[in-house]
């Protein structure tokens, strides 16, 4: 089993709808997640942290569940410039900064 | 501040020749990292750095090396290019203790 695993898509969604998706990690021991952003042929960047009670930036909600060990990406009102590939990233080892990437989810808004 | 650069961005390579991917960061961070990129899978970490002087070993090291002699630059060494190792190579840095990774622009390489 990989150690993150996503839906690769494509996900091809209408502007100002409202899309979620989902990404599951292996390891119970992993202590920090996060989502990246990664336009066509760019590096991978930050776009948010996400906190074992959720939160919250703007048009985007991630939330983490323990128990069933997944973790989403809610994007409220889709704009054209969302359009990009999302990586869910998960830190295993507490102090220990090596990421794991996830495979990412292909996102296309569509006018 | 140019954050991460690296160079060259595309380089084309015959099998068995060498080259440096050069990694440079402005930060003064202590961590450094070189990831691998291949179409449809996550990125792959080769090799890491916390420091100056130390360096290890991540998931998929074998035909690159490293070295970091500086805070500011992190070279990836490729020996022997076999056409296994096309791919498109990111740097990242980050602070000591803070988890936000900053990557390079990133080099595509192609072996042929």
């Known amino acids: 089993r990989k150690e993150v695993e996503q839906d690769p898509g494509p996900f091809n969604v209408p502007e100002g709808a409202t899309v979620a998706f989902n990404c599951t990690y292996s390891n119970s021991a992993s202590q920090s997640f996060f989502w990246y952003r990664q336009d066509c042929r760019k590096e991978p960047k930050l776009l948010m942290s996400v906190y074992s009670s959720g939160n919250e930036d703007g048009r985007f909600t991630a939330q983490l569940n323990r128990a069933s060990q997944y973790i989403s990406l809610l994007i409220r009102d889709s704009k054209l410039s969302d359009s990009a590939t999302y990586l869910c990233?998960?830190?295993?080892?507490?102090?220990?900064?090596?990421?794991?990437f996830g495979t990412g989810t292909r996102l296309t808004i569509i006018p | 501040n140019a954050g991460v650069t690296q160079t060259p961005k595309f380089r084309i390579l015959k099998i068995g020749q060498s080259m440096t991917l050069q990694c440079t960061q402005d930060?003064?961070?202590?961590?450094m990292y070189w990831y691998r990129q291949d179409p449809g899978m996550g990125l792959k970490l080769i090799y890491y750095s916390v420091g100056a002087g130390i360096t290890d070993k991540g998931e998929v090291p074998n035909g690159y090396n490293v070295s970091r002699s500086t805070t500011e630059d992190f070279p990836l060494r490729l020996e022997l290019a076999a056409p296994s190792q096309t791919s498109v190579y990111f740097c990242a840095s980050s602070y000591e203790g803070r988890v936000e990774q900053f990557f390079g622009p990133g080099t595509r390489l192609t072996v042929l």
């Open positions: 990233v998960v830190r295993s080892n507490f102090g220990n900064e090596k990421l794991t």
């Open positions: 930060m003064n961070h202590n961590y």
